[in-house]
C-alpha cells in the first residue's frame, strides 16, 4: 500500500512538476516575454512530446514577435519620415530633412544625399555632419566613385572595415572614421531619382538595410512629386505670363473689332446717306465747289496768320535775347564799373574835404560850405554806387559767399552797439530779445549776415517816429511752413525785427522787394533812399541759403524776418571750398616767378629809371637824398595820386609818383623807398603782380606796402602776401592819414615784436633761437588766454602760432584775435604738425597770413614769412640766415632728390615727361598701367609725388588712385591726375578718385612743373 501510494505520488510529481514549468513558461510567454530558454526534454514519453511542441510553439512565437517588431519599425520609420517630408516643396531643404532622418533613423553618424542632375549627374543636395573638403567633389557622373558605381549598377553597395583615413566623423572633443558605408541608389518607377550614401561606427543590420530599401521608394516619390511640383510651378508662371499676353491680345483684338464693326456702322449709314443724297448730287456739287473755293480763301488767310504768328514768336524770342543780354550787359557794365566810378569819386572825397578845412584860409564861409555840400553829395553817390555794385554783384552770379562759425551774442552785440546810439537819438526803445532752444552760433558769411539785420533795422529806424523797434532772435515753431523755401524748422534760426511805424499799404508788399521800388514812390515822399536795400537784403538771404518775409499793417508797425539755416546748402560750401586761397595763391605766384624769369636781369639792374606816365606831377625823384624819408605811390589816377603825393610832403616825406607796374616796379629798385602806397588796378603788371615781385627780390621785400585800391575782393590776397594794409576807394582824409601813421611807425621801428604762441618748450626754444637778432624783440607764451592778454596790452608786429594748444583751440585764438578791432590786423602765422581737412585749409586761410606745416625745410619758411612780416632787411641777417632765406625762394630746390612715380601705358608720354623731370634731379619710376603702378608705390612708399595717367589697361587711374588713397600711409601723397578726356566733369572726377590736382592733356610742361613745384612745396 505505501509501495503503491508513493509510487503514486512519483507519477504525479513526475506529470504535475513539468506541467508546472509549462504552464509558467506560458505565462511568461503570454505576456510578451521571449527571452527565456527553451524548456530541457528530459522524457520521451507524452510530457516529452508536449515540451517539445511547447518549445517548437515558443519559437514560432518568438520569429512571428521579432518580425512583427521590424515590420512595425520599418513602417513607424517610413510614417516619420514621411511626415517630416510631407508637403516640403524646396528641394534643397527636402532632401536635408530626408538625411538627417535616415542618418538618426539607423544610428548613421554621417550621411549624404544625391541626387540626379542632366540625367547622367549626381549632385550633393543634401548632408549629414558633412565636412567640406577640398578634394572630396560634390558631383559625381554615372560610374565614377562608389556613389556613381551604386547608380550605374543600380544597386546598394556596402562597405565594412572603412579605412581610417576614408572620411572623418567630427565632434567638439574629436574625430574618428565610421567603419561602415552603405550606398544606396533610389528609384521612381525604374528611374533613378538619386543615391544616398550613410556611414556608422557599428555594422548595418538586415532591418536597417531593408528600411533603406523601404524608405527609398517613399523618398523617390517625394523627389519625384517635388520636382513635379517645381516643373508645374515654372510651367504654371510660364502659362500666367502667356495668359497675361494673351488678354493683352484679346483685348487689342476686341478694340480692334470693335473699332471696326463702328466703322462698319458708320460706312452702311454713309452708303445710305450717299444713296439719299444721289439725287441733289448735281446740286451739292455746285455748294461744294462755293465751299471749296471759301475754304481756299480761309485757308490763305490761316496760312497768312501763321506767317504773322511765327514772325511774332521770333520777335518775341529775339526781344527775350535782347532783354537777357541787356541785364547781362547792365550786370556786366555795373559790376565792372568799381573802379571807374570809385576812382573819381575818390577824388571828389578827398579835395571837397581838403577845401572845406580851408587850411589856407583863402575861401570865404559860402565857399566852404559849397565844399561840404559836395563832400555830403559825394558821400550819399558813394551809398548809391555800392547798393547799385552790391545788386550787380548778386545779379550777375559774382558775389561769392565766405562761410564761418558765427556766435550769436557776438552778433547781436555788435548790433546792440550800432543801433543804441541812434534809438536814443530818435527817442525810441530798441530791444535785443533772444530766445530759448536756440544754439549759441551757427555758419554763415558774417557780413552779409550783419549787412542785412542791419538794413532791416535801418529801416525801422528810418520809418518809426516814436514807439519801440525790436530784434528778435529765435527758433521758428512748426506753425511756420518752411519748406517753401527749402528749409527745416528745427535747423532754422530767425531774426525778427519789428517796429511800430508806418507800415506797408496792401498793394505794396510785394513790390518792395523789387529793385528801385518803395512803398511811396510819388515825387512828394517824405523818407529818401534808392529803394534797393531790401532788394539787395532778400537776393543776400537767398545766396546764404535763407528767405526774408513781410508782415504788415498799414499804420500800425512791420514786421520782416530772416530765416537763416543753421547751416549752410552743402553746394554753397562746396563753391566756397572747392580751391582753398593758399593753393590758388602758391600755384599762382609759382607760374608768374617763372613766367617773369627772363626779366629778372634788367630788373636788378641799377639802369637809370625810365620817364612815368604821370609826366605832369612834378615829385620829388630830382631831390632825393639816401637818407631822406622817402614814399613811392604807384597809382593811374593823376589826381588821385597828386593828393597823395601833397598829404605825404605834409608829413615829411619825399614822394615818387609811378604810373603803371612796371615803373612802380622799377623805381622800387632804384630808389629804395621807405614804404609803398599801392594801386591794384594798373595799366601793364597789376598790383598784385608787382607786390609778388617786390615781395620775392631780397633788397625790396622789407618795404613796407599799403593797399588803396577800388578793388574790394583782393584784401585776403594781398594781406596773405605780405601788405601792411588794404583800403577800399574812396577813402577819407582820416583813413589816409592812418596809412601814413602805420607806415611812419614801421619804418621809424628800430626793433620789431614777435610773440611765439607754443606750449612745447623745445619747439619754443628752437624757434627763438631761429629767427632772434638785433631787429627784432620775441615774447613768448605757451597758452591761448595769455597770449591775447599780452596782445591787448603791447604792439606786436607779428604772431606765430601752434594750432595744438592746452587752453583753447588755434582756430578760436585766431577768431578771438579778428574779432577786436585793436588787434585784428596783426599777421599771424600758422606753424604746426596737425593735418587738416581742405574745408579747415581754406577757413584759415582766410584768417591767417600763412599757414606751415612742420617738416623739411618748415625753418626756411618760416624764417622767410617772420622776415617778410617783421620788415627785416635780408642783407642785415646773418649769412646763414640770409642762405635759409634764399633756399626758399630757389624755386628749383624743391625738385632735388625728390622720387617721382609716374603711371602711363604710353611710353612716349613717359619718356618725355622723365626726360624733363630728371634734368631737374628728380629720380623717376614707371608703373604701365594701375596695378603696376601700385605694385611701384608699394616697393617704394618714400615716393614724393605721382604723376597719374587715366585711360590704361587692367586698371585705370581712378581705380588705381582710390586704391591708393585707401592706405592710410599715402593719405596726403601728392597725385596730379593726367587726362586727355577734356570733358565737363572730369576734374571734379578725378578729386573725387583721390587726385590732389589735375592736368589735361596736351599739357605745357611749364605748367606740369609749376603744379609739382606747389604740391612738393607743400608736402
Known sequence: ?????????????????????????????????????????????????????????????????????????????????????????????????????????????????????????????????????????DKFEFGEGLVGEAARQKESIIINNVPKDYIKINSGLGESSPHNIIVTPFFYEDELKGVIEVGSFQEFTDMQKDFLDEAGKGIAISIYACEAYIRTRLLLEETQVQAGALRVQQEELRQTNQELEEQTLAL????????????????????????????????????????????????????????????????????????????????????????SENKKGNLDQKNIEFAQTINGAGADLLKLINEALDLAKVEAGKMECSFEQLEIADLTDTLKRYFMAIAEEKGLIFTINQKDGIPSGFVSDRQKVEQIIKNLLSNAFKFTEKGTISLDVFRPDNTVDLTLYGLVN????????????????????????????????????????????????????????????????????????????????????????????????????????????????????????????LESIKDDRKIINPDDKSILIIEDDSKFAEVLLDLARERGFKGLIAGSGETGLHFADYYKP????????????????????????????????????????????????????????????????????????????????????????????????????????????????????????????????????????????????KNDKNISDIPVIIYTGKEFSREDEAVLNRQAGAIIIKGAKSYERLLDETTLFLHRVEKDLPKQKQKMIRIVHDKESVFKDKKVLIVDDDMRNVFAVSNIIEEKGMEVLVGKNGREGLERLNGNPDIDLVLMDIMMPEMNG??????????????????????????????????????????????????????????????
Open 1 to 137: 500500500m505505501a509501495l503503491n501510494t508513493f509510487i503514486g505520488i512519483k507519477i504525479v510529481r513526475s506529470i504535475t512538476f513539468p506541467l508546472k514549468i509549462l504552464t509558467g513558461s506560458a505565462k511568461i510567454i503570454a505576456a510578451g516575454d521571449f527571452s527565456r530558454q527553451e524548456i530541457a526534454v528530459k522524457s520521451n514519453d507524452e510530457i516529452g512530446t508536449l515540451t517539445l511542441a511547447f518549445n517548437n510553439m515558443t519559437r514560432a512565437l518568438k520569429e512571428n514577435k521579432i518580425n512583427e517588431q521590424k515590420q512595425n519599425w520599418l513602417k513607424t520609420g517610413k510614417a516619420e519620415l514621411g511626415e517630416r517630408i510631407r508637403g516640403e516643396q524646396d528641394l534643397a531643404v527636402l532632401a536635408q530633412k530626408i538625411i538627417e532622418y535616415l542618418c538618426i533613423r539607423l544610428d548613421a553618424k554621417i550621411g549624404a544625399l544625391y541626387l540626379v542632375q542632366n540625367k547622367n549627374m549626381l549632385q550633393l543636395t543634401g548632408g549629414y555632419a558633412c565636412k567640406k573638403r577640398n578634394e572630396i567633389p
Open 268 to 355: 452702311g449709314e454713309s452708303e445710305e446717306k450717299l444713296k439719299n443724297q444721289k439725287n441733289d448730287l448735281q446740286q451739292i456739287n455746285t455748294e461744294l465747289e462755293e465751299t471749296a473755293m471759301l475754304l481756299e480763301k480761309q485757308k490763305e488767310n490761316i496760312r497768312k496768320k501763321n506767317v504773322e504768328l511765327e514772325e511774332a514768336k521770333r520777335l518775341i524770342e529775339q526781344k527775350a535775347r535782347d532783354l537777357e543780354l541787356a541785364s547781362k550787359y547792365k550786370s556786366d557794365f555795373l559790376t565792372n564799373m568799381s573802379h571807374e566810378l570809385r576812382t573819381p569819386l575818390n577824388s571828389i572825397l578827398i579835395l571837397s574835404r581838403l577845401l
Open 490 to 613: 528745427k535747423n532754422t534760426i530767425a531774426f525778427s525785427v519789428s517796429d511800430t511805424g508806418i507800415g506797408i499799404p496792401e498793394d505794396k508788399k510785394q513790390s518792395i522787394f523789387e529793385a528801385f521800388q518803395q512803398a511811396d514812390g510819388t515825387t512828394s515822399r517824405k523818407y529818401g533812399g534808392t529803394g534797393l536795400g531790401l532788394t539787395i537784403s532778400r537776393k543776400m538771404a537767398k545766396l546764404l541759403g535763407g528767405e526774408i518775409t513781410l508782415e504788415t499793417t498799414e499804420g500800425k508797425g512791420t514786421v520782416f524776418t530772416l530765416y537763416i539755416p543753421e547751416i549752410p546748402p552743402e553746394q554753397e560750401i562746396k563753391d566756397v571750398h572747392k580751391e582753398p586761397h593758399g593753393v590758388a595763391l602758391a600755384a599762382k605766384s609759382s607760374e608768374t616767378v617763372t613766367a617773369g624769369k627772363a626779366d629778372r636781369t634788367s630788373f636788378y639792374q641799377k639802369a637809370e629809371p625810365l620817364q612815368t606816365e
Open 674 to 817: 621807405n614804404a609803398v602806397i599801392l594801386d591794384i588796378g594798373l595799366p601793364g603788371m597789376d598790383g598784385l603782380s608787382l607786390m609778388e615781385r617786390l615781395k620775392e627780390n631780397a633788397a625790396t621785400r622789407h618795404i613796407p606796402v599799403h593797399f588803396i585800391s577800388a578793388s574790394d575782393d583782393k584784401s585776403i590776397i594781398a594781406m596773405r602776401m605780405g601788405a601792411i594794409g588794404y583800403l577800399t576807394k574812396p577813402v577819407s582824409l582820416e583813413d589816409i592819414d592812418s596809412v601814413f601813421k602805420k607806415i611812419e611807425n614801421i619804418i621809424t621801428k628800430k626793433v620789431g615784436r614777435l610773440l611765439v604762441v607754443e606750449d612745447n618748450e623745445i619747439e619754443r626754444n628752437n624757434i627763438v633761437e631761429l629767427l632772434e637778432g638785433k631787429d627784432v624783440q620775441i615774447e613768448i607764451s605757451g597758452g591761448g588766454d595769455a597770449a591775447y592778454e599780452l596782445l591787448k596790452t603791447g604792439t606786436f608786429d607779428c604772431v606765430i602760432l601752434d594750432l595744438d594748444l592746452e587752453d583753447m583751440s588755434g582756430p578760436d585764438f585766431i577768431k578771438k584775435i
Open 958 to 1019: 581712378y581705380e588705381a588712385m582710390t586704391e591708393i588713397r585707401k592706405q592710410m600711409r599715402f593719405k596726403s601723397l601728392p597725385i596730379i591726375a593726367l587726362t586727355a578726356k577734356a570733358m565737363t566733369g572730369e576734374r571734379n572726377k578725378c578729386l573725387e578718385a583721390g587726385a590732389s590736382d589735375y592736368l589735361a592733356k596736351p599739357f605745357d610742361i611749364d605748367k606740369l612743373l609749376s603744379l609739382m613745384r606747389v604740391w612738393l612745396y607743400q608736402k
